[in-house]
């Protein structure tokens, strides 16, 4: 069992930054890939980026690519997802997920956290 707990949320103008974590329990951290999914009022959940358990493999949505960037720090139990240049359209609720596999896939993810809120005004 893994519970995942986000936070860094908050409210930023366009252009800036805003750095998000997700602390896991348990002592198994670093065999899970790590994913990150937005949700925004009225839309789907969305594929933000994910990084493997040992951070050789890192992958991103087209839309972020360039602007995020995730790691993480297995000792510590932690993923962080660094966005910058936001944008308004960046506005959702983050949430980050623990697989067994890296995906882009939601319905693999096996562990969620309640996610934390960004919102970008312009």
């Known amino acids: 069992q893994v519970q995942l707990v986000e936070s860094g949320g908050g409210s930023v103008q366009a252009g800036g930054s805003l750095r998000l974590s997700c602390a896991a329990s348990g002592r198994t951290f670093s065999t899970y890939a790590m994913g990150w999914f937005r949700q925004a009022p009225g839309k789907e959940r969305e594929f933000v980026g994910y990084i493997s358990g040992n951070s050789r493999i890192r992958t991103y949505a087209d839309s972020v690519k360039g602007r995020f960037t995730t790691s993480r720090d297995n000792a510590k139990n932690t993923v962080y997802l660094q966005m910058n240049v936001l944008r308004p359209e960046d506005t959702a609720l983050y949430y980050c997920?623990?697989?067994?596999?890296?995906?882009?896939?939601?319905?693999?993810?096996?562990?969620w956290g309640q996610g934390t809120q960004v919102t970008v005004s312009s």
């Open positions: 997920a623990a697989a067994r596999v890296g995906t882009s896939a939601a319905s693999v993810y096996d562990y």
